[in-house]
């Protein structure tokens, strides 16, 4: 918990020292607004664990949460000392500030009146509070992006040298003045039932740079133009607009409100206007790219986000000194998320797949790397453990696992469906030999219902299903099944079922 108090002092002297730099102030003060600022944030969270993400910030931030109807998202009210914190989030993918809520929005009946109505809604919200966070946030990123500059392997990261205006109260369309680093596009969530659409308002270039004389001498002058983009998400079958005529009109209207100028790629703010039926949320982007990218730099076919890795492990409640296996662990995104937030138990990494195993490694390695740079210490290594093996003849002793975690070959980019089904009971199988009877825990994923369900039918008297969850993985529908080991005895198969597991080589 050091680097997360390390990153709110550094939060609160950057909001301090803005305060102080203020023109003009309320009657109450900048600071002790500032102090109590108040706001709601969004967060994009993989759909199906909006709970699990919920009771993550309850119990990391003391906050109660909302669970969105539009499934994938959650809401939480923070205080401006705790925005460090909502970074630290493992279970989040992607956070902006509410800027204003409408829980039932009345659409006009024509889509030049709905439009209409996009466009006078600009120039009503209140902007001021959710403008004052994302410069706080942008300022802390500055900060962040500048200690990183001595890590070797961040070499591709861009710094920008930009320095802030000083804020004005009464008039929130000059506040805000900083530039930021290039942004990259936010990860669209994928709505499983409904079709969503996503579109940007597309404007163009902001001129050319000054030199840093002429950025120095208006230091006390003119703000600088910020850039801006508005992306919608639109979700529902009943709107007479798409995407792309909310995001065109409503960011016209902040453009003219504002006068910043569009940009769709280096733009400094990006503006969220996210429709699910008949709600409409506003807000602030306050991640240039998903937070799911933490911990791996080795990627293969196949690698599972960190968020969702998060979820799957926290659905089995580690306890301390557990032993958990991911057996079919890819480029090790869910042992990896394992060590680094349940580092009192021991984790096991391994794959048939010479070359998977070798990115687990690489990811391990670069991981303890990045923790060296920001601990400028050498790092006491991880929990965990990486080795090649055959998923239907594991070198475990039997009952000595008390969790396995995995994410099981969908027979789409990996194998095949045909291969899943003498694939999956052999997997079964073995996974009830290795874990301890009574109390062992599986939480697996696939995208083969059928064939999983096929699978753990003829395992009846070694798993019992707890739970299921069901998740939207790039498209396509999946399950997360909670298991529970029986405490019956496992008896080792005949010598016939005991043949080498049905595998694949590009895993």
């Known amino acids: 918990m050091s ?11 950057v909001n301090l020292r803005e305060n102080q730099m203020s023109v003009q102030v309320t009657e109450s003060g900048p600071r002790s607004e500032s102090e109590h600022l108040q706001v709601t944030i969004g967060a994009t969270v993989p759909t199906g664990f909006e709970q699990t993400a919920a009771d993550e910030v309850r119990e990391k931030l003391g906050s109660s949460c909302k669970i969105s ?4 998202k959650i809401y939480f009210d923070i205080s401006v000392d705790s925005l460090a914190q ?4 493992r279970s989040v993918d992607n956070l902006f500030v509410v800027v204003q809520e409408f829980k039932d929005y009345q659409f006009k009946e024509t889509k030049e009146e709905v439009l209409k109505d996009f466009e006078e809604l600009a ?3 209140p902007w001021s509070d959710p403008l004052k966070i994302w410069k706080i946030n942008t300022c802390f990123k500055k900060k962040k992006t500048k200690r990183r500059k001595i890590n070797p392997n961040s070499s591709k990261q861009k710094i920008d040298n930009g320095r802030g205006d000083t804020t004005v109260e009464k008039d929130v369309k000059k506040e805000f003045t900083n530039s930021v680093s290039d942004s990259q596009i936010l990860d669209c969530y994928e709505n499983p039932t409904i079709k969503e659409e996503v579109s940007t308002l597309i404007g163009d270039d902001l001129t050319s740079c000054k030199d840093e004389t002429e950025e120095n001498s208006k230091e006390e002058g003119d703000p600088e133009v910020l850039k801006f983009r508005v992306t919608c998400n639109r979700a529902g079958e009943k709107h007479c607009f798409s995407s792309n005529e909310a995001a065109r009109d409503f960011g016209g209207a902040v453009q003219d409100y504002f006068k910043w100028k569009a940009d769709m790629t280096n733009f400094d703010v990006e ?9 409409i949320v506003v807000g602030i982007a306050l991640t240039e790219e998903s937070l799911h990218r933490r911990n791996i730099t080795h990627f293969g076919p196949t690698t599972l986000r960190s968020t969702l890795a998060y979820g799957m492990l926290r659905l089995c409640a580690p306890q301390p000194t557990d032993i958990i296996v991911d057996p079919m662990c890819g480029t090790g995104a869910i042992p990896i998320e394992g060590a680094t937030e349940w580092s009192n138990c021991y984790h096991i990494a391994g794959d048939n797949n010479p070359l998977a195993v070798n990115r687990a490694a690489n990811n391990i390695s670069s991981l303890l790397t990045k923790i060296q740079v920001k601990e400028g210490k050498l790092s006491l290594g991880l929990p965990i453990d990486t080795i090649q093996w055959d998923i239907c003849n594991l070198p475990l002793r039997t009952g000595s696992i008390d969790i396995i975690v995995t994410d099981m070959p969908f027979g789409k980019r990996m194998g095949s469906k045909k291969r899943n089904w003498n694939l999956y009971p052999a997997c079964l199988r073995e996974m009830s030999r290795v874990c301890r009877p009574g109390t062992g825990r599986a939480v697996l994923l696939t995208q083969d219902k059928k064939c999983f369900a096929k699978a753990l039918s003829g395992m009846g008297h070694l798993w019992r299903k ?3 969850v069901w998740v939207n993985i790039g498209g396509l529908h999946a399950a997360v099944y909670l298991l529970k080991r029986t405490p019956q005895s496992f008896v080792h198969p005949s010598e016939q079922d005991g043949e080498r597991c049905p ?4 895993r």
């Open 123 to 125: 120039g009503k919200l």
């Open 3 to 13: 680097d997360v108090q390390e990153a709110t002092n550094q939060l609160l002297d």
């Open 466 to 468: 707890v739970h299921t």
């Open 271 to 279: 503006v969220l206007l996210n429709i699910h039926d008949n709600e």
């Open 86 to 89: 909502v970074h630290c989030l």
């Open 503 to 506: 595998w694949y080589k590009d």
């Open 69 to 72: 109807k539009d499934r994938g």
